[in-house]
């Protein structure tokens, strides 16, 4: 079965163009910038569209779709998200898919103490909030403060710089 992640929202029309203005979900724009293709869910049923031009202007990105072009036509992708196959996802060592560490198990000193619920876009980095038995505890995703990330067994484990992050008692 194929899993889709996505990569950006379709924000706005510049219809005399034939574009659609793109939020993008990631700082790495070679996401949106290497692809041919990408996919769009219309209720439940998720859809091949290919990508005529990728433009940037002035710090935001648009796309061009092949054979989309009026704005009629591109009124459908208005707040869309833009699909890709999570195997066409290039990431460079120490990066990883949000949706993947959602759900992964927390570690301190090999003492479980939460699981990942979300991860938070704040302007300095992202934070991933771990529940805890009655709590949230806070954990800025910078790469010092882990020790691994073992996504495909669903673990983290903190580095002794965390410590000041969680409280044992």
Known sequence: MNEFVAIAVV???AAKDGLLKLKLFSEDKQQILNQDFVY????GNIRKILIEEVVSRSGSYFVKLKNFAEERELEVFLNKEVLILKDQIMLD???YLISDLIG???YFRKKYIGEVENVLD?????VLEVRQSDKYLMIPF???FFDSIDIEKRKIYLSKESRFLYDEN
Do not use: A, E, G, R
Not at 40 to 43: K, R, V
Not at 122 to 126: D, F, G, I, K, S
């Open 142 to 144: 910078v790469l010092k």
């Open 104 to 106: 992964c198990k927390v």
């Open 122 to 126: 704040v302007p300095m980095n992202y």
């Open 11 to 13: 924000t706005s029309i």
């Open 93 to 95: 060592k120490n990066s």
């Open 40 to 43: 769009f869910d219309f209720f």
